[in-house]
Nanobody, 122 residues
Framework: QVQLVESGGGLVQAGGSLRLSCAAS????????MGWFRQAPGNEREFVAA????????YYADSVKGRFTISRDNAKNTEYLQMNSLKPEDTAVYYC???????????????WGQGTQVTVSS
């Protein structure tokens, strides 16, 4: 069992930056691939970024490529999402997730956090 808790969301102006964190409980964190998804009102949950269990492979949605960076620190049981050059369309609830894969679909994740709100004003 893995429990995930996100933090770091908030209100930021367009062009600004935020860093989301996802703290995981359990010794098995380092065996899971980790991902970030987001859901805006009226929209389905969509893939944002993912990182392999070792940190050696990363994946990004085209909409965030070059602006967002995913990373993990297995010693701290924590995953991060650095978000730069934020746009109003990035506004959503952001969820971290852990699972065996595949990386870019929600079906690849068994555990989910409660979500953190990110709001980007124009």
């Amino acid at each position: 069992q893995v429990q995930l808790v996100e933090s770091g969301g908030g209100l930021v102006q367009a062009g600004g930056s935020l860093r989301l964190s996802c703290a995981a409980s359990g010794r098995t964190f380092r065996t899971y691939n980790m991902g970030w998804f987001r859901q805006a009102p009226g929209n389905e949950r969509e893939f944002v970024a993912a990182i392999s269990w070792s940190g050696g492979s990363t994946y990004y949605a085209d909409s965030v490529k070059g602006r967002f960076t995913i990373s993990r620190d297995n010693a701290k049981n924590t995953e991060y999402l650095q978000m730069n050059s934020l746009k109003p369309e990035d506004t959503a609830v952001y969820y971290c997730a852990a699972g065996p894969g595949p990386f870019t679909t929600s079906k690849g994740y068994d555990y989910w956090g409660q979500g953190t709100q990110v709001t980007v004003s124009s």
